[in-house]
T-cell receptor, first 116, second 111 residues
Framework: EAGVAQSPRYKIIEKRQSVAFWCNPI?????LYWYQQILGQGPKLLIQ????????DSQLPKDRFSAERLKGVDSTLKIQPAKLEDSAVYLC???FGDGLTNYGYTFGSGTRLTVV | DQQVKQNSPSLSVQEGRISILNCDYT??????FLWYKKYPAEGPTFLIS?????DKNEDGRFTVFLNKSAKHLSLHIVPSQPGDSAVYFC??????????FGAGTRLTVKP
């Protein structure tokens, strides 16, 4: 079974620039998550999709962050404009998510963003 | 709000000994708890889980204990091996949504 694919692996941008991350979840996984992991902290949920609908985006800074999951498969996360404090690893995860049982999430390797 | 806390940022044990990683939570609505393991430059990988209806779950060398009254869970690794050296994250969720993670504990197993 192929894992969760993310690209790029690394990205360095200047503040106020824009950046986009891509995620391809495990085939058949209906639920997709974007997490932000700042150095020394645990992952923090930014947004959760169920198929192509948003389930939870309460912790997404909507003035600069946006995410979409067209056709309920791939997802992109965008930051525009970036701030220094956005430097973090952005993790995508997916799960079977049948609404009844927590099967745990499968994470991608993440995208390490450095804003200078 | 830090609903899941791992108060020990690091732990060092000798190979063959027991490793005990601890986690505390504050939200009484959490009913599912997981441990993830993370190697450098990789995403976290699922290790073991426990639901709130149990107080112990065992999988090979890994055992998770849940004390609901104390809002505390722990991960025991016996015997510890050098390949277990990684960052371990405790996570909790209410239902299957919105999993909250602790800050992680870096385990080093010395040969």
């Amino acid at each position: 079974e192929a894992g969760v694919a993310q690209s790029p692996r690394y990205k360095i941008i200047e503040k106020r620039q824009s950046v986009a991350f891509w995620c391809n979840p495990i085939s058949g996984h209906a639920t997709l998550y974007w997490y932000q992991q700042i150095l020394g902290q645990g992952p923090k949920l930014l947004i959760q999709f169920q198929n192509n609908g948003v389930v939870d985006d309460s912790q997404l800074p909507k003035d600069r962050f946006s995410a979409e999951r067209l056709k309920g498969v791939d997802s992109t996360l965008k930051i525009q404009p970036a701030k220094l404090e956005d430097s973090a690893v952005y993790l995508c995860a997916s799960s079977f998510g049948d609404g009844l049982t927590n099967y745990g999430y499968t994470f991608g390797s993440g995208t390490r963003l450095t804003v200078v | 709000d830090q609903q899941v806390k791992q108060n020990s940022p690091s732990l060092s044990v000798q190979e063959g000994r027991i490793s005990i990683l601890n986690c505390d939570y504050t939200n009484s609505m959490f009913d599912y708890f997981l441990w993830y393991k993370k190697y450098p430059a990789e995403g976290p990988t699922f290790l073991i889980s426990i639901s709130s209806i149990k107080d112990k779950n065992e999988d090979g060398r890994f055992t998770v204990f849940l004390n609901k009254s104390a809002k505390h869970l722990s991960l025991h690794i016996v015997p510890s091996q050098p390949g277990d050296s990684a960052v371990y994250f405790c996570a909790a969720s209410a239902g299957y949504n919105d999993m909250r993670f602790g800050a992680g504990t870096r385990l080093t197993v010395k040969p």
